[in-house]
Nanobody
């Protein structure tokens, strides 16, 4: 059974940091590109970042997060990460990790003073 379980969300002040994790099981994690998406209240789904299988050279980011967010993966732990720095109120959203085979249930990030 494929599972993707996000964690690490929460309430943070503007300028703060959070690190999201996505623990996976049920598929060969190291063989799949992985993604982070987000959905803000009342808005559509937004792609955030992509990482290739090895996580080395190929990472891409939405313009809205480039330079502030860093995607990474640990293939030994079957886990995807998103380090989020310099958070802004507009980063408030439900964050999802995804692969070609499934999506997680999301973790809420709220940026507010």
């Amino acid at each position: 059974q494929v599972q993707l379980v996000e964690s690490g969300g929460g309430l943070v002040q503007p300028g703060g940091s959070l690190r999201l994790s996505c623990a996976t099981s049920g598929f060969t994690f190291s063989s799949y590109w992985m993604y982070w998406f987000r959905q803000a209240p009342g808005k559509g789904l937004e792609w955030v970042s992509t990482i290739n299988t090895s996580g080395g050279a190929s990472t891409t980011y939405a313009d809205s997060v480039r330079g502030r967010f860093t995607i990474s993966r640990d293939n030994a732990k079957n886990t995807l990460y998103l380090q989020m720095n310099s958070l802004k109120p507009e980063d408030t959203a439900l964050y999802y990790c995804a692969s070609r085979v499934d999506w997680g249930q999301g973790t809420q990030v709220t940026v507010s003073s």
